[in-house]
């Protein structure tokens, strides 16, 4: 059974910082590709960020440049360094394990709230 536990949110102002963490049980997830994905209040949840089991990374256009996403597979985290912070950032950011068969496995989110 993968579980997925996210920590880091907070609020912080509009040009600051955040390290979202999510750690991750059981050794399946090494071979995921894992993702942060966000959700605005009244909008849709979107994909952020995401890395493959090898290292390859993908961002959405709206944070490139800002975040980034890495993986540490000796301590089964993932993480996102999110910089430059834009009120628009603000949503709840949830980590998702992705595989090849099979359904994903979602956290439980963590907010994260950007001020101007």
């Known amino acids: 059974q993968v579980q997925l536990v996210e920590s880091g949110g907070g609020l912080v102002q509009a040009g600051g910082s955040l390290r979202l963490s999510c750690a991750a049980s059981?050794?399946?997830?090494?071979?995921?590709?894992m993702a942060w994905y966000r959700q605005a209040p009244g909008k849709q949840r979107e994909l952020a960020a995401s890395?493959?089991?090898?290292?390859?990374?993908n961002y959405a256009d709206s944070v490139k440049g800002r975040f980034t996403i890495a993986r540490d597979n000796a301590k089964n985290t993932v993480y996102l360094q999110m910089n430059s912070l834009r009120p628009e950032d603000t949503g709840v950011y949830y980590c998702?394990?992705?595989?090849?068969?099979?359904?994903?496995?979602w956290g439980q989110g963590t907010q994260v709230t950007v001020s101007s």
């Open positions: 998702a394990a992705n595989y090849a068969y099979g359904s994903p496995n």
């Open positions: 059981g050794s399946r997830v090494r071979t995921a590709t």
């Open positions: 890395i493959t089991s090898g290292g390859s990374t």
